[in-house]
């Protein structure tokens, strides 16, 4: 069994590393996706009458899993090693 003091260090590191990854990554494409759900919201919302949009929605939706998915599992590799 290893010693206490190097299981604290080794969760430090691993959450120093999570902070690292949250900031140069996750939270840029966190605004992107916000940004391509409000971009695709407003052409839902402003498409005219009779126009077809169930194939966005159903991208948005797509892409809304995905990145959550993705977000779960960098969680899960860094919390639940």
Known sequence: MKPVGSE???IKVQQEEFRA???SSIEPLT???E???RLGQ???QSAAGGV???S???DLEKMNDKWN???DRVRRFYFEE
Do not use: A, M, S
């Open 69 to 71: 998915d993705l977000k």
């Open 8 to 10: 604290v260090e080794g």
């Open 31 to 33: 605004r992107q996706v």
């Open 42 to 44: 407003g052409l839902i």
């Open 35 to 37: 940004d391509c759900n």
């Open 21 to 23: 990854l949250q900031t």
């Open 52 to 54: 077809n949009t169930t």
């Open 56 to 58: 966005l929605e159903k």
